[in-house]
Every structure is written in structure tokens, then in C-alpha cells.
């Protein structure tokens, strides 16, 4: 019984380092361009970076709901196990790369394996935990992406002291060594009794599978309050060292920094305490996973007003603070909200869809507030996206009514 009790942690344990290698692989590009350039000088070209970094998001977010239909369909175990060492290949790969050519189609590759694993990582989680813990057990393998994002952007630092051939070639070794530990160490979860052979793996036709999530009105308004925030949650990754270096008139190599560490640490206290919140709540109000998911959102919304107007430090760090905090809330409750409307046979697909639509919206903000740091008008537009936030929190609120915590068979 003890073992029994132990070893859904010992899961959260097992992935949150494929969480970090996750994010630590697809991160590190971005730091060591100027590395890189000087042997692959078509890097020199701002177009051609970003290339490199949209095909992969572009084909993260399409391969994305295929990714939970194949997690669904299969052994989870070996999906993950599969995609961590491709995706560890890769890493390696792109360290004996010479040319442009090389590291673009690699890069393509890696989207395809990293999209395996967010959908059937989160799943398992789901399905190991009950409602007493799986908010808390999500947000604690959340932490790995955030830890896996920090430590990727150390890559140029690596890279300087050894060289960037190097640093891609230990991380992929790393990440090989750890997926065969998994073989051992990882197990799938079998199906609770009351359900049937075909359906305990999701085995079926996958058309089937599309109606049942699609004729569910709860599931589209799941994928709508996903999307909206996931906008301002691009927006912070990939445009808040700029935000810091614009409003407080600072170095990018002081604002770079500062603005990272701030969202790291603050996320990491959000999806911490929204978990334990969450998990605590449901116990004696069903809406407990949505109200703290609401709280979260709406910490948000000021944090988005004053980090795109504010020009002081206590405004523009104190609002990061607490965006970061609120986002870690909401991330902690997305996939355990989805247990509670959809059945435990399509909670990868499910999410599947989620994180595609939540991609394709980074990529659309990415690009609407690059256009708008050229125009001088980067604040106004992030102080906006609160209001996007504010229809995905009403929407959440009105509509989401769950019945039950429990499984859905």
C-alpha cells in the first residue's frame, strides 16, 4: 500500500526531468546564435533565426493533436520514452551540424519529438493522481518546463567557455542516458476496472474520438480560455526582456536577467501554491479547480496593465511578480479542469488540441508585438492583452460548471 502511495510521485519525479529536458533542448538555440554564427554565418541573418525558430513552433502546434491521438491510442510509457530520445538525438545531432540546411531540417525534427511528449506526460500524471492531488502534481512537473527554460538560457554561457558543437553534444548525451533509465524506471498506468478493453487505451478510430471532444460545449470553451491567456504567456516569454529594457531604460544584458528571473521564480511559487489551493478546494466545492484557475487569471490582468504602462521598478518588477504567480495558478489547473469535463480515454488528444491552439496563438502575439516594439508601441499593446484575459476569465467562470471531480469514463 505504502508503494502504491509513493510511486505516483516517484512518476512526477521521473517526468519533471523530461519537462526540464523538454524546454532546456528547444531553449538553448536561442541564447548561442552569436556562438554559432561564426561557423554558420547564414545565422548572421535576423530572417533566417527566426526561421529556425518558427518552423519549430509551427510544426510543435500541428503535430500537437496528433501527438494526443497517437498518446491516447498507445502505451504512453514507451511514447515518452520514444520521443525523449529522439528529441536527445537530435540535440546531439545539431552539434556535428556545418551547415544551415542541417540545423533547419533538425530543428523541424525536434518539433515533431518534443510535441510526443506534453500531451502523454500530462495524462499519466492525470491519471496517476486523484483530485486530492493531481493540481499540485501537475504544477510541480510545471516547474520542470520553467527550471528546463532557465538552464536552457545558459546555453551561450556554456557555450562560450566550451563551444556550442559541445553543449549540444553533452545535453542530447544527457538526455539518451535518461531515456533508457525510463525504460526501467517508468510504468503506464492500467485502467481502472470499470472499463473496457477498447476503451482503456482510447483504441479506435480517431474521427470518433474528434466528434465526442468537439460535440462537447465545455471542451470549446476550455480551448478558448486556454488560447486567450496564452497570448500575454508568449508575449512574457519572448518579449518581457525587452519590455523590462524599454520601461526602466536598462542594458538588455541587465534587463535579459532580471526579467527572466523574476517570472521563473514568482511562476514557480504559483503553480506551487495553486496546486496545494486547488487540490484543497475541490474537496468542498466542485468549481474549486476553476475558482482557483479564475484567481489566477485575474492576477493577471493588472500585472499585464502595469507591466505595459508602469516605469518604475516596484511597478514594472512588482507586476511581473504578480503575473507570474497568477499564470502558475492557471498553469497548475488546465490539465486537472480538462479531467473534469473530459472522459480519461481523450485527455491527451484533448490537450493535445489545447497546446496547439495555445502555440498558434504565441506564434500570432510573437509576431503582432514584434511589429509593435518597431512601431514604439510595445507597451500600450501588452498593457491590451489584459483584456483578452478578462474574456477568457468571464467565459471560464459563466460556462464551466463541472458535476463531478471524479474520473469520467
Request: charged residues 10%; glycine residues 10%.
Amino acid at each position: 500500500m505504502q508503494k502504491k502511495n509513493v510511486y505516483p510521485w516517484v512518476v512526477v519525479g521521473l517526468l519533471w526531468i523530461v519537462a526540464l529536458l523538454n524546454y532546456m533542448d528547444r531553449q538553448m538555440l536561442s541564447t548561442m546564435k552569436v556562438s554559432m554564427m561564426i561557423d554558420i554565418t547564414e545565422l548572421e541573418s535576423a530572417a533566417n533565426f527566426g526561421r529556425l525558430m518558427a518552423v519549430f513552433l509551427w510544426i510543435y502546434g500541428l503535430m500537437s493533436p496528433v501527438s494526443g491521438l497517437i498518446a491516447d491510442a498507445l502505451n504512453r510509457k514507451w511514447l515518452i520514452v520514444g520521443s525523449l530520445l529522439v528529441w536527445s538525438a537530435v540535440t546531439m545531432a545539431m552539434g556535428y551540424s556545418t551547415s544551415y540546411d542541417q540545423i533547419f531540417w533538425l530543428r523541424a525534427l525536434m518539433g515533431v519529438s518534443e510535441a510526443l511528449y506534453i500531451p502523454a506526460g500530462l495524462s499519466l500524471i492525470a491519471d496517476y493522481h486523484s483530485d486530492k492531488t493531481r493540481s499540485l502534481a501537475v504544477g510541480i512537473h510545471m516547474t520542470g518546463l520553467y527550471a528546463g527554460q532557465a538552464i536552457g538560457g545558459f546555453g551561450a554561457t556554456i557555450a562560450a567557455s566550451f563551444s556550442w558543437q559541445s553543449t549540444f553534444h553533452w545535453f542530447g548525451i544527457i538526455g539518451i542516458v535518461y531515456a533508457f533509465l525510463l525504460i526501467f524506471a517508468l510504468k503506464e498506468k492500467k485502467a481502472a476496472p470499470k472499463v473496457t478493453t477498447g476503451q482503456q487505451s482510447g483504441r479506435g478510430n480517431p474521427l470518433k474520438v474528434l466528434a465526442v471532444l468537439f460535440s462537447n460545449i465545455s471542451f470549446w470553451i476550455i480551448l478558448i480560455y486556454f488560447a486567450a491567456p496564452s497570448m500575454p504567456g508568449w508575449a512574457i516569454k519572448n518579449w518581457v526582456p525587452t519590455l523590462f529594457s524599454e520601461n526602466l531604460n536598462l542594458d538588455m544584458a541587465t534587463a535579459g536577467p532580471l526579467s527572466t528571473i523574476t517570472i521563473a521564480l514568482s511562476s514557480f511559487i504559483g503553480v506551487i501554491f495553486g496546486g496545494i489551493l486547488s487540490d484543497k478546494w475541490v474537496q468542498k466545492n466542485i468549481r474549486g479547480r476553476v475558482y482557483t484557475g479564475a484567481i489566477g487569471l485575474g492576477m493577471t490582468i493588472p500585472a499585464l496593465l502595469l507591466l505595459g504602462l508602469g516605469h518604475g521598478y516596484l511597478s514594472v518588477v512588482g507586476s511581473a511578480l504578480f503575473f507570474g504567480i497568477g499564470y502558475g495558478m492557471f498553469d497548475a489547473n488546465n490539465m486537472p479542469i480538462l479531467c473534469q469535463f473530459v472522459s480519461v480515454r481523450h485527455r491527451a488528444t484533448a490537450y493535445g488540441f489545447m497546446n496547439m491552439v495555445g502555440v498558434f496563438a504565441g506564434a500570432f502575439v510573437t509576431d503582432l508585438l514584434g511589429k509593435s516594439t518597431d512601431a514604439g508601441n510595445l507597451g500600450h499593446d501588452f498593457a491590451m492583452l489584459g483584456g483578452l484575459v478578462l474574456v477568457a476569465l468571464v467565459l471560464q467562470l459563466f460556462f464551466l460548471r463541472p458535476k463531478a471531480d471524479a474520473d469520467l469514463s
